[in-house]
Nanobody, 121 residues
């Protein structure tokens, strides 16, 4: 019933910027948090950034000062603004949401299909 759809990935040069979007649709009563993960080949899937309650944010050390997570709560959408991109940022980026569809709330994890970000000159 619930779907997460990511967009905004692509090929960018080092030092460039991209803005990722993730829109949650379907039957949604409440969202606890939304987050971005990334997974590069041969590496572990890592948490990049998370936003809780629509305002409280946390970031991986590797992206602090370069990435910004934000949300439009009315649209059930989360964004990831990525600046000063480095080749090490190359990965598939996945949106995650913890939400309930109806009361009484039983919060569940939902995942998007991913969007590829490639940083290369």
């Amino acid at each position: 019933q619930v779907q997460l759809v990511e967009s905004g990935g692509g090929l960018v040069q080092p030092g460039g910027s991209l803005r990722l979007s993730c829109a949650a649709s379907g039957s949604i009563f409440s969202i606890r948090n939304m987050a971005w993960y990334r997974h590069a080949p041969g590496k572990q899937r890592d948490l990049v950034a998370i936003i809780t309650g629509g305002s409280s944010t946390n970031y991986a050390d590797s992206v602090k000062g370069r990435f910004t997570i934000s949300s439009d709560n009315a649209k059930n959408t989360v964004y990831l603004q990525m600046n000063s991109l480095k080749p090490e940022d190359t990965a598939a980026y996945y949106c995650n949401a913890v939400l309930c569809e109806a009361v009484p709330c039983g919060f569940k994890n939902y995942w998007g299909q991913g969007t590829q970000v490639t940083v290369s000159s």
